[in-house]
C-alpha cells in the first residue's frame, strides 16, 4: 500500500464556523451579518455544493475582501486529512480524517468498473458495540454533524476530479461519485435528524445533486427507525446487517438485538418494503465457525422467503487480536447456494482494501494505536 500522509494526529484547531452545517437562509443571514446581499449567499452555496469549491479562494465571482473574510472567519473543509492510504492496485482509497475537536473517522472509495462508490461515516465511533467490528471497540464518541457528514463527500469530489491525484492509471479515470454509502463508523439511524439533513444536502438538486437511489443506508436494524425512514420522501435504498437468523447467535455478534430481536427487525422491514415497494438489502458478514454453518444458511433461507430482499454475503475484514476471522471461499458458496437454492437472491460481495485496512474502523484504530505506541 502507499501512504501519502503520516499516521499521526496534529492539535486540533479551533473551529471557525462551518458553512457545511448552514441551509439556505442560515448562510444568507450569515453573509447578511458581514453586510453582504441577499445574492451571495447562492453563489456561495453553488460553489460549495456545485462546484466543490475547497477553499474561499477559489470562488472567483465574490469580491477578494469577502474571500478574505470568510477564510478568516468560516470553513467550506471542516475535515482535516491525517492519512490517505491508496490500494496497490488504486481501487481502493481510504482517508482518515481530524474532525475539529480531535475525533477521527475515515471514508473510503472503491473503484468498480464505471461505478465510484464511496463510503462514508455517520458518527465518530459508535454505541452499537457488535463485537467483530473495530469501531465499536470504542464506543461512540460523538454524532456528526451534517456538514461533516456532506464534507466527507464533498472532499472526495475533489478527489477524483483532480487529475493529479491517484486513482490514475486509466484513461477513463472516473471523475465524479457515482454512489454513496452510509456503512462507515457509526449507526445511521442513531444519529436521525443529522443524517437526514445530509441526505437532503446530497440528494437536493440545488446542492450536490446526486440520485436518492444511488445512495443506501446500512443499519444494525434499529426497528422503530426503519419505520420512520419509510416516511421519508427520499427514496433512498435499506440494507440491514443481519450476521444471523437468530437472536442467540445475533445477540452474541449484534447486542443491539437484545432490544430490536430478528423478528422485529424482520417485521419492520416487511412493513419498509410494503410502504416503499423497495427491494432491501441484508448483509450478512460470515465469521469463520460462528455464523457460517448450512444450518444457519437454511434458517435464513426461511426467515427471509416472503420478503422482497437480496442478501450480500462478506467475508468479514478480520482486525487484529480478534477471535472473528473470514470464512473460507468453499464455505462462503456453500452458504450462498443454499440460498439460493431456496430462491433468495444473493451476491458474494468483494472484499475491498484488506491491505489498507478498510474494515469499518479499521485504519482510524491502527493509527490510535500508532499514536499510543508514540
Ligand atoms: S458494525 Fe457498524 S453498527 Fe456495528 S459497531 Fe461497527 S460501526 Fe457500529
Not at 410494503?274 to 427491494?279: D, E, L, Q
Not at 420478503?307 to 476471522?325: A, E, K, R
Not at 440460498?339 to 444473493?346: F, I, K
Request: some cysteine; hydrophobic content about 45%.
Amino acid at each position: 500500500m502507499m501512504t501519502s500522509t503520516p499516521l499521526a494526529f496534529p492539535i486540533a484547531t479551533p473551529a471557525r464556523r462551518s458553512l457545511l452545517d448552514m441551509d439556505q437562509a442560515a448562510l444568507a443571514d450569515f453573509l447578511a451579518e458581514l453586510g453582504q446581499p441577499s445574492f451571495r449567499a447562492r453563489q456561495v452555496w453553488d460553489w460549495i455544493y456545485k462546484r466543490c469549491a475547497g477553499d474561499f479562494e477559489t470562488m472567483s465571482n465574490l469580491p477578494k475582501e469577502l474571500r478574505a473574510q470568510l477564510a478568516a472567519t468560516a470553513t467550506v473543509t471542516p475535515l482535516t486529512l491525517v492519512a490517505e492510504v491508496v490500494a496497490h492496485d488504486r481501487d481502493t482509497v481510504k482517508a482518515l480524517f481530524q474532525l475539529h475537536d480531535g475525533q477521527t473517522i475515515e471514508a473510503v472509495l472503491m473503484l468498480y468498473d464505471a461505478r465510484r462508490t464511496l463510503c462514508i461515516s455517520s458518527q465518530a465511533g459508535c454505541a452499537m458495540g457488535c463485537t467483530f467490528c473495530a469501531t465499536a471497540q470504542g464506543g461512540l464518541a460523538r454524532n456528526l454533524t451534517p456538514g461533516e457528514i456532506v464534507a466527507q463527500v464533498l472532499y472526495f469530489a475533489r478527489y477524483l476530479a483532480d487529475p493529479a491525484l491517484p486513482p490514475d492509471t486509466s484513461a477513463e479515470r472516473p471523475t465524479t461519485i457515482t454512489n454513496i454509502v452510509l456503512m462507515g463508523m457509526g449507526e445511521p439511524l442513531h444519529n436521525y435528524a443529522n443524517v437526514w439533513t445530509a441526505l437532503h444536502r446530497l440528494t437536493a438538486p440545488d446542492a450536490f445533486g446526486l440520485g436518492a437511489r444511488h445512495i443506501t443506508l446500512s443499519t444494525v436494524g434499529l426497528a422503530p427507525m426503519i419505520d420512520r425512514m419509510a416516511d421519508e420522501g427520499i427514496q433512498i435504498g435499506l440494507a440491514v446487517s443481519l450476521h444471523a437468523p437468530n437472536d442467540v447467535l445475533r445477540t452474541q455478534l449484534v447486542p443491539i438485538n437484545k432490544g430490536y430481536p430478528v423478528d422485529e427487525v424482520l417485521a419492520a422491514v416487511r412493513r419498509y418494503v410494503a410502504k416503499t415497494n423497495r427491494r432491501v438489502t441484508f448483509e450478512y458478514a460470515l465469521m469463520a465457525g460462528i455464523n457460517d454453518t448450512p444450518e444457519l444458511a437454511q434458517e435464513m433461507a426461511g426467515k427471509l422467503q416472503d420478503i422482497l430482499c437480496h442478501v450480500n454475503l462478506i467475508p468479514l475484514n478480520p482486525i487484529p487480536d480478534s477471535p472473528f476471522q473470514p470464512t473460507s471461499n468453499e464455505a462462503t458458496a456453500r452458504f450462498a447456494q443454499i440460498l439460493r437454492d431456496a430462491g433468495v437472491a444473493t451476491t458474494v460481495r468483494l472484499r475491498r482494501g484488506i491491505e489498507i485496512n478498510a474494515g469499518c474502523g479499521q485504519l482510524r484504530r491502527a493509527a490510535i494505536a500508532k499514536t499510543d505506541r508514540g
